[in-house]
């Protein structure tokens, strides 16, 4: 009975993964040996074109899922940080060797900032709380991807919350290492 259950998830495991896989596009990148690929075509991203860095952009709006974290022990004017869901990431593209990463950053933080985050939670004394963070939905457009020093990022830009944020916490970083 156990071998059965397991063989049929590892079937629909197979099966998922190589349709996903099967659906996605490739896109190399003009005159290199590292090249593009993955995009997923449910995805509402639309390709446009490598810059001069080699930086990937695309066009159009997508549904992000995820951890916001804003401030920083060390900092008296904080930083934002979104850490996508999984199901947020298997949905963006990277490039070809590379994972998406597990953080991406906004071009407008300020409008995030604004928008996101209620002034309550501003109340809470730093020397107590040395960051804030919530689950979130929110809209994005103008992403870029691209590698910088052997590690991948995204950049997008923050239009508007899809759904709003639960909960919120103010607490001490946590320790991630390096």
């Known amino acids: 009975m156990i071998r059965r259950t397991l063989a049929t998830f590892v079937a629909a495991a197979l099966l998922f993964t190589t349709s996903a896989w099967a659906k996605s596009t490739f896109i190399a990148r003009p005159g290199s040996q590292d090249m593009f690929g993955i995009v997923v075509p449910e995805s509402p991203l ?3 074109y490598f810059d001069s860095d080699g930086k990937a952009h695309f066009k159009g709006r997508i549904k992000l899922s995820g951890t916001y974290y804003y401030g920083d022990a060390n900092e008296t004017d904080g930083k934002l940080y979104f850490k ?8 963006l593209p990277h490039f070809k ?10 071009s407008n ?24 963070t919530g ?6 457009d103008n992403l870029e991807t691209g590698v910088e020093c052997d590690a991948p990022f995204i950049n997008v830009r923050f239009v508007s919350v899809a759904l709003a944020p639960l909960r919120f916490a103010a607490a001490d ?6």
């Open 97 to 106: 060797g590379y994972h998406v990463p597990d953080l991406i950053y906004f």
């Open 135 to 140: 689950r979130v939905q929110i809209i994005v």
């Open 46 to 48: 639309r390709f446009t």
């Open 173 to 178: 970083l946590p320790d991630e290492g390096c």
């Open 109 to 132: 933080d300020a409008a995030f900032i604004e928008t996101v985050l209620p002034e309550k939670q501003f109340e809470t004394p730093r020397e107590i709380a040395k960051y804030i």
């Open 84 to 91: 996508l869901d999984r199901e947020t990431k298997v949905r």
